[in-house]
T-cell receptor, first 113, second 113 residues
């Protein structure tokens, strides 16, 4: 069965610092991988996704993630944090060809001035 | 294009009462999902529809939860009777087909007291 593990339920970074949010998955076959962002009282917004092809995926708002099959990881990074990046971030996995997600427990990002 | 619409946004009920949530997917989207997001956890899939047929309801607590999607468009999710542990945000999502990206609504926040 598929599963997703997000290390660190809370992450704090200074404005302008590197953002690194960790995600590891468990799947018997290469899955589709996603990062979503959720602002307070809002729905989920897709940041980026990996389905096939290039393993370094660029998303919206300057975020990117790299699919590393050998490490079963899909960590989310952004070179320079902005105050507006403060939100909750969810990593998700699905079987190839479907968008029936299994989500991680989320990481709340706090950006310090 | 208009996004996924959900109503109400907020609902407070007493335990053992019943409640219903409504979702209007993006026009033309054949696939519709209901997710339950308990505070501090990632969203969990409750049910998936393809047009007006159920594809997956394996995680729907059928003794108290029911969902329907008449005419393959709008959907309602009902809880009867509600329990305290049903307090959560209920997210609706839709996609053009099972093989395409899902888009989320803003959710309905249910508080059971």
């Amino acid at each position: 069965a598929q599963s997703v593990t997000q290390l660190g339920s809370h992450v704090s970074v200074s404005e302008g610092a590197l953002v690194l949010l960790r995600c590891n998955y468990s799947s018997s076959v290469p899955p589709y991988l996603f990062w979503y962002v959720q602002y307070p009282n809002q729905g989920l917004q897709l940041l980026l996704k990996y389905t096939t092809g290039a393993t370094l995926v660029k998303g919206i708002n300057g975020f990117e993630a790299e699919f590393k099959k050998s490490e079963t990881s899909f960590h989310l990074t952004k070179p320079s944090a902005h105050m507006s990046d403060a939100a909750e971030y969810f990593c998700a996995v699905s079987d190839q060809g479907t968008y029936k997600y299994i989500f991680g427990t989320g990481t709340r990002l706090k950006v310090l001035a | 294009e208009a996004g996924v619409a959900q109503s109400p946004r907020y609902k407070i009920i007493e335990k053992r009462q019943s409640v219903a949530f409504w979702c209007n997917p993006i026009s033309g989207h054949a696939t519709l999902y209901w997710y339950q997001q308990i505070l501090g956890q990632g969203p969990k899939l409750l049910i998936q529809f393809q047009n007006n047929g159920v594809v997956d309801d394996s995680q729907l607590p059928k003794d108290r939860f029911s969902a329907e999607r008449l005419k393959g468009v709008d959907s309602t999710l009902k809880i009867q009777p509600a329990k305290l542990e049903d307090s959560a945000v209920y997210l609706c999502a839709s996609s053009a087909w099972t093989e395409t990206e899902a888009f989320f609504g803003q959710g309905t926040r249910l508080t059971v007291v």
